[in-house]
């Protein structure tokens, strides 16, 4: 009988040995369902032992392996690479990765019905109520909206059902995210964003690790220059995956809807402010592969996602990339070692870069690609300093009389 190695999500020294019954499936990566002290814990199989593990030894058996594709192996080293990076509990890493267990699930199913244009044998004035309400509807609808909207009872919508004017479908709760298509057209480009994206384009291409800083002043256009890199990302591969972190303050609509624009379909989110379905979907879809683009705050770093091509970090130099509590790490370097680890691309963008960050371009390690210049006729605004020594806010004020006057002036106008 084969051993499987199970780390848990929980601060244990190591993980643990369990006998895999001959009648499970069960795979390094697995997620598995196994007993630890009296109750039973969710797993994942971190090692694969042969038949000899099992001499002479007596050992728990795994109870159930649950149907979603298997951690990768990228995924697993990271996990470990981050536990030693943090002086961290590797399971304290894997309870990262597990935010959204229930996503482990298949989603759940309800009914819900169309019109199927045929008249029933028997017409009454609660039927027609309910066969105009499904003319009208743009989308299907569960008996108990329908019901609702025509002022009758569930079982006239399951009546009509059953004498074939409305036709019964299942559906997930949990839909899958909408396909986006790389294809549509995107901003036309200056020739230094072009050549910027040319440059990013190629290493997508060459399907290998690479990190690249973008280092453009504000309005300079850097999300339409990585945005050609995610397009290119999606056309190579119909598995490649990409994620986009940024900042939980810049997860705003503007952003999405720009991603909608360019795409045909809003990202999979995922942040602080997500509902337990909303991060079950995002979670179960990641997993399967399914969703294409994620966009999130940090913790999106610890996404399982099957094959992860590009990470894109906004506004790289901002703080809150950084967690304090718990374990602690900084979401811009680790998702350089996740690129490396998952043969990614990795693109940090900001125009006012860290200062590791242009070191680390300066030493060669990332390559430097400069937008220097806002498209269009747009500019950047005049700045003038104004030493407060010589021009001290008045008492019990904090703004300068100089900017004060500028203000009022500007309010004026």
């Not at 190591?14 to 009296?38: N, Q």
């Not at 990228?74 to 509990?89: G, N, P």
């Not at 990614?344 to 960050?357: D, G, H, I, K, M």
Request: hydrophobic share 45%; proline share 8%; charged share 25%.
């Amino acid at each position: 009988m084969a051993v499987a190695r199970i780390l848990f999500p929980m601060p244990l020294p190591e993980p643990f040995d369990y006998a895999v019954p001959e009648d499970l499936d069960v795979e390094e990566g697995s997620y598995v369902a196994a007993p630890l002290g009296k109750h039973q814990r969710l797993g994942i199989v971190v090692e694969m032992l042969g038949d000899e593990a099992a001499e002479g030894r007596t050992l728990k058996a795994v109870s159930e392996v649950y149907p979603t594709p298997p951690m990768t192996k990228a995924m697993r080293d990271f996990l470990a690479f981050a536990a030693r990076y943090t002086v961290s509990h590797p399971g304290h890493l894997l309870s990262m990765a597990l935010r959204a267990r229930a996503g482990l699930l298949p989603s759940a199913t309800e009914t819900v019905f169309t019109a199927t244009g045929e008249t029933p044998p028997r017409m009454t004035d609660a039927r027609a109520k309910v066969l105009d309400v499904m003319v009208a509807a743009d989308d299907p609808m569960t008996a108990a909206q329908i019901a609702e909207a025509a002022g009758v009872s569930s079982g006239v919508v399951r009546g009509l059902a059953e004498a074939g004017a409305l036709r019964a479908t299942d559906v997930p709760t949990d839909p899958p995210f909408p396909p986006v298509n790389p294809d549509l057209p995107g901003a036309t480009l200056t020739a230094e964003q072009a050549e910027a994206a040319t440059e990013l384009c190629a290493a997508v291409r060459e399907d290998t690790f690479h990190t690249f800083l973008i280092d453009g002043v504000t309005g300079s256009g850097k999300t339409e220059v990585y945005f050609e890199a995610i397009a290119e990302t999606l056309r190579g591969d119909p598995e490649a995956q990409v994620l986009v972190l940024l900042p939980e303050i810049a997860l705003t609509q503007a952003i999405l809807s720009r991603f909608t624009a360019r795409f045909g379909a809003a990202p999979a989110p995922w942040h602080s402010g997500l509902s337990d379905k909303e991060r079950r979907r995002t979670w179960r879809e990641t997993a399967h592969g399914r969703a294409r683009i994620v966009i999130g705050a940090r913790s999106a770093l610890f996404l399982p996602f099957r094959k992860l091509k590009l990470i894109i970090v906004d506004e790289e130099h901002d703080g809150s990339f950084k967690q304090e509590d718990g374990v602690t790490y900084h979401a811009r370097d680790m998702s350089v070692m996740r690129g490396k680890l998952e043969e990614a691309v990795v693109v940090l963008a900001s125009a006012t870069p860290a200062l590791e960050t242009v070191v680390n371009a300066e030493m060669g390690r990332y390559t430097r690609l400069k937008l220097s210049a806002r498209p269009g006729a747009a500019r950047l605004p005049d700045v003038e300093l104004v030493d407060l020594r010589a021009d001290p806010p008045a008492k019990g004020m904090w703004l300068s009389s100089r900017l004060v006057h500028e203000m009022l002036a500007t309010l004026a106008a």
